[in-house]
C-alpha cells in the first residue's frame, strides 16, 4: 500500500514539473528550429491578384446607363434640337450611375492621354476595313481634339464600372471643315474598342444598310448579334432617319443602339442608350 502511494505522489509530482516546465521547453526548442533558419511555406493566395472584369455586354450596359443619366452634346446638330444653352452643366449626374471626370488619370493598364489618338486612328482604321465608315474619313491629331478620361461607375455596385475616353473635335476647330471628320468618340480605355462615333462622311442615309453596319460593329465589339428594337414612339430620334437594335445588358437589363444620320450636315452615328 506505501509503495503505491509512493508511485502515485511521484506520478502527480512529475505531472507538475511537465506542466510548469514543458511549454517553456518546447518552445525554446521550436524557437532553436525556426531562429537564423530560411523557411518556406505555401498559403492560400487564391484571392490575390484578383480583378472583377466585366464582359463586353456588361460593359456597354453600364456605359450605356451612365450616358443617359446625364446630358451631353452629340453632335453641332443633336446639341441644337435639343436646344442646348451654352450654360448648360453637361456633367450633371442622376440616378444611381455616374458619369465622371477621372482625375487621376490612367492606370497602369489604360490608355495614356499621349497614345489616345494613335489608338483612336488604329481603331477608325479597323472601322473602315469593316466597311462601317468610309475610307474618306480623316485621322484625328492630337492639335484639333480633345481627349478626357471618364469612368462610368455603377453607383450601387461599384465594381461595375468602365473607364472611356471621349475624343472630341476641339471647340477651337468650330469654323474649321468639318467634311470627313470625326466629331465625338467614346473609346474604351483598356482595350481601344469604339463605343460611339459621330462622323460626317460623304454617305447618304439610302446608301447607308445599317443591319449590316450593327452586325459588323457587334462583332467588332465581341457582344454577339443584335435584334431589332421594336417601339412605336415616333420621338425616340431627332432625325427620321435611324434604326435601332437591342443587346442584353446586366441581369434583365438591356442597352439599345442605334445607328442614324444626320441629313444636311450628313453626319452619321452609332450610339448607345437605355
Avoid at 525554446?28 to 505555401?42: C, F, M, P, S, V
Avoid at 456588361?58 to 444653352?85: F, G, H
Avoid at 497602369?108 to 483612336?120: L, M, P, R
Avoid at 417601339?231 to 434583365?252: H, M, R
Amino acid at each position: 500500500m506505501k509503495y503505491g502511494k509512493l508511485c502515485f505522489f511521484l506520478f502527480t509530482a512529475a505531472v507538475i514539473v511537465a506542466s510548469v516546465w514543458g511549454p517553456e521547453a518546447l518552445a525554446g526548442y521550436k524557437d532553436r528550429a525556426i531562429l537564423n533558419e530560411t523557411h518556406l511555406e505555401e498559403i492560400e493566395t487564391a484571392g490575390e491578384g484578383f480583378r472583377y472584369t466585366l464582359n463586353g455586354n456588361e460593359k456597354l450596359y453600364v456605359l450605356s446607363q451612365c450616358l443617359s443619366s446625364q446630358s451631353l452634346p452629340e453632335s453641332d446638330q443633336s446639341a441644337w434640337t435639343r436646344n442646348a444653352s451654352s450654360g448648360m452643366d453637361y456633367q450633371e449626374i442622376t440616378g444611381t450611375y455616374a458619369f465622371v471626370v477621372n482625375h487621376k488619370g490612367p492606370s497602369g493598364e489604360e490608355i495614356t492621354d499621349e497614345e489616345i489618338y494613335e489608338t483612336c486612328n488604329r481603331q477608325l482604321e479597323a472601322l473602315k476595313e469593316l466597311g462601317i465608315l468610309p475610307d474618306s474619313v480623316k485621322t484625328v491629331e492630337k492639335a484639333s481634339y480633345d481627349a478626357v478620361l471618364y469612368s462610368a461607375i455603377d453607383v450601387l455596385e461599384p465594381r461595375n464600372n468602365v473607364a472611356v475616353w471621349k475624343l472630341s473635335l476641339s471647340n477651337s476647330q468650330k469654323n474649321a471643315n468639318k467634311e470627313n471628320r470625326l466629331i465625338d468618340a467614346y473609346i474604351d480605355a483598356e482595350t481601344g474598342k469604339i463605343y460611339e462615333f459621330y462622323v460626317r462622311t460623304p454617305l447618304e442615309w439610302e446608301k447607308i444598310a445599317p443591319d449590316d453596319m450593327m452586325e459588323k460593329w457587334s462583332g467588332y465589339m465581341g457582344i454577339g448579334a443584335p435584334e431589332a428594337f421594336e417601339s412605336e414612339n415616333p420621338l425616340l430620334e431627332t432625325t427620321p432617319y435611324y434604326q435601332k437594335y437591342v443587346f442584353p445588358g446586366i441581369g434583365s437589363g438591356s442597352t439599345v443602339a442605334t445607328i442614324g444620320f444626320y441629313e444636311g450636315i450628313n453626319e452619321l452615328f452609332l450610339k448607345i442608350s437605355k
